[in-house]
């Protein structure tokens, strides 16, 4: 089974920084990564698909990259309503999910 | 509009069975996977598995493999998960999720909220 190392596991931030969450998987997963969303109470909301493709609807401030087993999600000018908890999810081979990265205000 | 609906909040003993449900609309139910999605209270997001909505057929994550069933109701365009000998660690929120075959989740369930305690 294909294992993804998220990190960080916490994260704090100003409004208006950049902050960058890394996923890290056990072998080559061809870029099929996707990054949710998800705030307390709700269901994940899908930000991002292979890689680097912006679901409709996400705005252009989130970005993801990478390639083989590395890879990154962005979010440039970090603003209030992007307080919530963050998960990759590789999909090359069933499923699985990062640990999580919860953002928070600094 | 696209939707998956889920049943709502269970309070069971350990030993019980559960059975909560997933009902999709605004689209052809067979033309996508459905798959399970469990959330411990505080935890991350864990996959437990599939079921191919065409053929019936589930496929299960490691560690739900056992106690755990994915059923249809086809007709209904819904899709089951029955836990069986409920356990105090069974305790979390579990999501259903659509999927094309070999793609990621792009519409959630609301979740559902299940309770173990004695």
């Known amino acids: 089974d294909i294992q993804m190392t998220q990190s960080p596991p916490s994260l704090s931030a100003s409004l208006g920084d950049k902050v960058t969450i890394t996923c890290q998987a056990s072998?080559?997963?061809?870029?099929?990564i996707a990054w949710y969303q998800q705030k307390p109470g709700k269901a994940p909301r899908l930000l991002i698909r292979?890689?680097?493709t912006l679901e409709s609807g996400t705005p252009s401030r989130f970005s993801g990259s990478g390639s083989g087993r590395d890879y990154s999600f962005s979010i440039s000018n970090v603003e209030s309503e992007d307080i919530a908890s963050y998960y990759c999810?590789?999909?090359?081979?069933?499923?699985?999910f990062g640990g999580g990265t919860k953002l928070e205000l600094k | 509009q696209i939707q998956l609906v889920q049943s709502g909040p269970e309070l069971k003993k350990p030993g019980e069975s559960v059975k909560i449900s997933c009902k999709a609309s605004?689209?052809?139910?067979?033309?996508?996977?459905m798959h399970w999605v469990k959330q411990a209270p505080g935890k991350g997001l864990k996959w437990m598995g599939w079921?191919?909505?065409?053929?019936?057929?589930?496929t299960y994550a490691d560690d739900f493999k056992g106690r755990f069933v994915f059923s249809l109701e086809a007709s209904a365009s819904t899709a089951n998960l029955q836990i069986s000998n409920l356990k105090n660690e069974d305790t979390a929120t579990y999501f259903c999720?659509?999927?094309?075959?070999?793609?990621?989740?792009?519409?959630w369930g609301q979740g559902v909220m299940v309770t173990v305690s004695s």
């Open positions: 999720a659509r999927t094309k075959l070999g793609a990621d989740f792009d519409y």
């Open positions: 605004g689209y052809t139910f067979t033309d996508y996977a």
């Open positions: 079921i191919n909505t065409y053929t019936g057929k589930p």
């Open positions: 072998q080559n997963i061809n870029k099929y």
């Open positions: 292979y890689t680097s």
């Open positions: 999810l590789q999909y090359v081979n069933l499923r699985t």
